[in-house]
């Protein structure tokens, strides 16, 4: 395919047992981590019998999900929160369009829907010109009353059940 994610990626094609594999595999190369994100998800996050295996394993593990919030579709606040799972949904795709301009623009959306709804999340790739604008975006950040926080602080906690 001309988008291809990858020879671990987590596929709905795959048996549940096969992308837990895969998902150990991914959380076996390194450490530190609170959550999962998904990435190039939307087709995986809209398949409950995909999905629901993988969100249980990492809750189990005690870990929040993000959900990138590129797909209507996805079922990951839904099925986190019957899992009683601590989740976030990204807001704003900063370099959706990858230009300083444009990351700029969505910067300052972020920005402001912080400002409406008291905590915002940016989702964001590791490309230059994201990790430049967003350096020289968060140094200014103090001096408007804005600070960054662990995504942590922007999950849906959910009250133990019973």
Avoid: C
Avoid at 45 to 73: F, K, Q, Y
């Amino acid at each position: 395919p001309d988008n291809d994610p990858g020879p671990q990626t987590l596929l709905t094609t795959l048996s549940s047992d096969r992308n837990i594999e895969r998902l150990h595999w991914s959380m076996g190369r390194f450490q530190g981590y609170a959550g999962i994100v998904n990435y190039m998800g939307a087709k995986f996050t809209a398949a409950e019998n995909a999905l629901l295996p993988v969100l249980r394993e990492a809750h189990r593990r005690g870990l929040m999900v993000v959900d990138d919030g590129s797909s209507a579709r996805s079922l990951v606040g839904q099925l986190a929160g019957t899992l009683q799972q601590p989740a976030v949904r990204g807001d704003i795709q900063i370099d959706r369009v990858p230009t300083p301009t444009e990351v700029d623009a969505q910067l300052a959306r972020l920005e402001e829907r912080a400002r409406e709804t008291g905590f915002a999340l940016g989702i964001g790739s590791a490309m230059p010109v994201t990790i430049d604008r967003i350096a020289q975006w968060a140094r200014t950040l103090e001096a408007r009353g804005i600070i960054l926080v662990p995504v942590t602080a922007g999950v849906t906690r959910r009250p133990p059940s019973g």
